[in-house]
């Protein structure tokens, strides 16, 4: 979907792929081309607690993603 994706129960979460137990939420974020619109990257935070994302965190790492495509592309 090329949007970000917020699991912030990762138990209850079928999207979820587990690969460290502990990991109770997680973000990932993509990288866009500005010019293709391709993914070429993703930021992926995790947290051992629950609920750890809020709106503020989305919109702080999307803005994270434009400045890392800014650099990918200078």
């Known amino acids: 979907d090329k949007k970000t994706v917020v699991a912030n ?4 979460d079928t999207r979820y792929l587990e690969t460290l137990g ?6 990932i974020v993509p990288v866009l081309d ?3 619109g391709e993914v ?3 930021i992926d935070v995790a947290s051992d607690r ?3 994302f809020d709106d503020r965190d ?3 790492l999307e803005a994270c993603a434009q400045a890392a495509v800014a ?3 200078s």
């Open 34 to 36: 500005r010019a293709t």
């Open 40 to 42: 070429v990257g993703t």
């Open 58 to 60: 989305i919109d702080f």
């Open 9 to 12: 129960d990762t138990a209850a």
């Open 71 to 73: 650099l990918w592309n």
């Open 22 to 27: 502990s990991t109770g939420a997680e973000i």
């Open 50 to 52: 629950v609920g750890a």
